[in-house]
């Protein structure tokens, strides 16, 4: 069983920044893809970026490549999401998931584990 607890989300304004946390409990974090996802409101859950677990290669949705940069730290059981230039269509309560040895990185069904959530609001 893991556990995920998000945090960093906030009100931000258009082309700022944010930086999301996500701490896993247990010992397999190292063997598990970690994704972050997003929710808008009135809107289907969508993929926005994804680490490997084995070859630590990341994935980009289309909307946030060049912004966002995920990473993880192994050591500390943990996946971060630096977002920069962030924009009001950004606003979202963002999960974070870890799917055990995953390679399907953007099919949410893949996940096993998911966090509650942290919203992240952007102003115009």
């Known amino acids: 069983q893991v556990q995920l607890v998000e945090s960093g989300g906030g009100l931000v304004q258009a082309g700022g920044s944010l930086r999301l946390s996500c701490v896993a409990s247990?010992?397999?974090?190292?063997?598990?893809?970690m994704g972050w996802f997003r929710q808008a409101p009135g809107k289907e859950r969508e993929f926005v970026a994804a680490v490997n677990w084995g070859d630590g290669n990341t994935y980009y949705a289309d909307s946030v490549r060049g912004r966002f940069t995920i990473s993880r730290d192994n050591a500390k059981n943990t996946v971060y999401l630096q977002m920069n230039s962030l924009k009001p269509e950004d606003t979202a309560v963002y999960y974070c998931?870890?799917?055990?040895?995953?390679?399907?990185?953007?099919?949410?069904?893949?996940?096993?584990?998911w966090g509650q959530g942290t919203q992240v609001t952007v102003s115009s």
């Open positions: 247990g010992r397999t974090f190292a063997k598990h893809t």
């Open positions: 998931a870890a799917d055990w040895r995953g390679f399907r990185f953007a099919v949410e069904s893949e996940y096993d584990y």
